[in-house]
């Protein structure tokens, strides 16, 4: 594993793929992706926030009953939202990533503006991970760019696969891994250098840069 970069960037894993101990040697970041799946119990997320170190960052993956079973409607994702935000706020956790399935097509960004722009987000910052190809369209990315422009919601894309319509003052991006193993893909010096490269720009123009990988980053 790698050690993240100086300066804006953070470099980190979705989830442990080693030991605490061994990743807090090596990383100050991590996404966490077990509250996709379940809501932990709050003993259980101090006990995460007291046992790394006092600089370690988290960033949470909201839970899937706000994404795949509510889809974004506003008024049963609500309770689910406030839940997240006892999560990350236990966590001091500045950065709760939303990451939509590939059925949620353009024809819902109607309910996700209006998911995004009524929640309280207090001091919270949204990020906004699409998935499937529909979102890829270049009308579909001019629609995507602006709606997010005016929610100020980051919109987060694996940079192998296409950078992002609007970052703001955060850039996030997921790396999924390559190939048909897509993840259980272990990155190479050279694609790494390159996924770099492209993030690069973004930090001189002052944004912070956020990069977790759901695959082997060695």
Request: positive net charge; hydrophobic residues 30%.
């Amino acid at each position: 594993m790698k050690q993240e970069g100086t300066g804006m960037m953070k470099v980190g894993c979705c989830g442990y793929p080693t030991s605490m101990k061994k990743y807090y040697e090596r990383f100050r970041l991590v996404e966490l992706n077990t509250t996709f799946y379940q809501y932990p119990r709050m003993s259980t997320v101090v006990g995460w926030r007291e046992k790394a170190p006092e600089d370690f960052e988290f960033t949470v993956k909201a839970h899937q009953d706000i994404t795949h079973k509510f889809k974004l409607r506003m008024e049963p994702s609500l309770q689910a939202f406030e839940r997240m935000k006892e999560i990350c706020k236990a966590l001091r956790a500045r950065i709760l990533l939303v990451q939509t399935p590939g059925s949620f097509r353009p024809d819902k960004l109607e309910d996700a503006y209006e998911f995004f722009s009524k929640i309280d987000r207090g001091d919270l910052a949204i990020v906004w991970e699409t998935r499937g190809p529909s979102w890829e369209e270049t009308d579909t990315r001019e629609k995507l760019a602006k709606a997010l422009r005016e929610l100020d919601v980051p919109h987060v894309t694996d940079p192998f696969r296409g950078m992002p319509t609007y970052t703001g003052s955060i850039a996030y991006f997921r790396l999924h891994g390559l190939g048909t193993r897509m993840y259980y893909y272990q990155y190479a010096n050279e694609e790494l250098k390159r996924v770099y490269d492209l993030v690069k720009p973004l930090e001189k123009e002052g944004k912070r840069s956020t990069c977790s990988s759901t695959t082997c980053l060695c």
